[in-house]
């Protein structure tokens, strides 16, 4: 889809007069493969259509013009993207290395999880034939977003639009239904976190306890502050570095060699761990599964829920 985009983006700045859908179907690369002189391209027609709203919707300016003479046609109107409104600032420019990062940065996010500024920074540094060089790295990590909420909450979150989910509350029996303003999606110690104004006070929620499909609303919000997502780094920081669980390891096991790796642990004059951490229930799943190898001793809501994850375990096996 990007190699796509990115060959009809390069077709539509290349012109002055436009181009029609014919020309586009049976010229570009993507497209004419699949195009047929003599068949039915009605696929590839409805493909071209969402494609269009696509490059629309990362900010490129493509203008829809009359065919010379032929004013009213719509089956001959043509396309373009004229370069004076698409170019870089001439204040702008990126060296060979700097494009390079750019693009490693883009490679690291899979297809689905990339953000809509990232895909237009890389298509539009690319169209106007920006330089780069290989990046140093001979292979690009991955990041993989699970959360089925992530994409829509990327998406609602650019627009600016209201949204609305279900979210189950550790303790709760039922889900209860929440509308917000997405402020920021931000990762904390590996999970990823919804920054997001409710009635007015903003709260922070763990995508993976989003229960339904998010659905966005009409009603949109103004841009919030350039600050937000580190204010939202900030708060949850706070509360990593507030909660801290006592617990006693059995020497040498595979829980010792873990929490001792975590980051900000420390050895208390008892010989214990002293750990940081998050949200409650889910350090208790974590310290859970290292069953009689790990024992906490506070604080006491951490040590009762690790006990009730015990004994159901236990029931659980007979």
């Known amino acids: 889809m990007e190699e796509r985009l990115f060959s009809l983006v390069l077709a539509l700045l290349a012109t002055d007069s436009g181009l029609t859908k014919n020309e586009i179907l049976s010229t570009v690369q993507g497209y004419s493969q699949k195009y047929s002189h003599s068949g039915d391209n009605s696929n590839l027609e409805r493909q071209f259509e969402r494609d269009k709203d696509d490059i629309r919707e990362l900010g490129v300016p493509l203008e829809t013009i009359d065919s010379p003479g032929q004013a009213g046609n719509n089956q001959n109107l ?45 298509i539009k540094l690319r169209s106007l034939g920006v330089e780069t ?51 920021a999606l931000v990762q904390h110690q590996g999970r990823w976190h919804l920054y997001a104004d409710e009635n007015g006070t903003n709260k922070t929620f763990l995508l ?13 919000f103004p841009a919030p502050p350039a600050d937000t997502k580190d204010r939202a780094l900030l ?18 096991t595979d829980a010792a060699t873990r929490l001792r790796r975590r980051r900000g642990s420390s050895v ?45 375990s236990a029931a659980d096996h007979g």
């Not at 998406?155 to 979210?167: C, D, G, H, T």
């Open 268 to 312: 208390a004059a008892s010989g214990a761990l002293e750990l940081h951490y998050s949200d409650t229930n889910i350090f208790a799943d974590e310290l859970a599964s290292f069953g009689p190898e790990a024992l906490v001793i506070s604080p006491p809501d951490l040590r009762d829920a690790v006990r009730t994850r015990l004994e159901r």
């Open 78 to 122: 043509r396309y373009r993207i004229p370069r004076g409104a698409y170019e870089l600032p001439a204040d702008i420019a990126f060296s060979p290395e700097e494009t390079a990062l750019l693009n490693l940065a883009a490679m690291v996010w899979r297809e689905g999880s990339i953000s809509g500024e990232s895909r237009r920074a890389i």
């Open 133 to 183: 060089t290989e990046p140093v790295l001979t292979y690009a990590p991955r990041v993989r977003v699970r959360d089925a909420a992530f994409e829509p909450l990327g998406i609602s979150l650019e627009k600016r639009q209201y949204v609305r989910f279900a979210y189950l509350k550790p303790g709760d029996a039922e889900a209860s239904v929440r509308t917000v303003a997405p402020l």
């Open 235 to 252: 708060e949850l920081e706070d509360v990593w570095n507030r909660n801290t669980a006592i617990v006693e390891v059995e020497p040498g």
């Open 208 to 220: 993976r306890r989003i229960v339904s499909q998010v659905a966005a609303l009409a009603k949109t």
